[in-house]
């Protein structure tokens, strides 16, 4: 299967920037899509950024502009960087992996999760 883990998050101040990673490893052939998802409190998890396997990405309005996504195929790397950040940025990230998964000659694309990382923006 495949593990993946996030890492990066941190406390910044309103104007700041941070790089979010996300590393994943496993038994695998190829990637559909990585994505980034955010959990505010008390609010559902939302799509920030996707970047599929041909390298085509995808940004919320409040992302865009500001977050540009990026992986690294050869280095099963993939990155969030944010700049211009403000406090309705803050929650718990989460990285999502599609992964080509081949077995008994059956192939499927199941989608796997970090634990997540904390970002907290102050006022």
């Known amino acids: 299967q495949v593990r993946v883990v996030e890492s990066g998050g941190g406390l910044v101040q309103t104007g700041g920037s941070l790089t979010l990673s996300c590393a994943y490893s496993?038994?695998?052939?190829?990637?559909?899509?990585m994505a980034w998802y955010r959990q505010a409190p008390e609010e559902e998890r939302e799509l920030v950024a996707m970047?599929?396997?041909?390298?085509?990405?995808t940004y919320s309005d409040s992302a865009k502009g500001r977050f540009t996504i990026s992986r690294n195929n050869t280095g099963k790397m993939g990155f969030l960087q944010m700049t211009r950040l403000i406090p309705e940025d803050t929650g718990v990230y989460h990285c999502?992996?599609?992964?080509?998964?081949?077995?008994?000659?059956?192939?499927?694309?199941?989608?796997?999760w970090g634990q997540g990382t904390q970002v907290t923006v102050s006022s």
């Open positions: 970047i599929t396997g041909d390298y085509r990405t």
């Open positions: 999502k992996v599609e992964a080509m998964i081949v077995d008994l000659g059956r192939t499927s694309w199941p989608g796997f």
């Open positions: 496993g038994t695998f052939s190829g990637i559909r899509s």
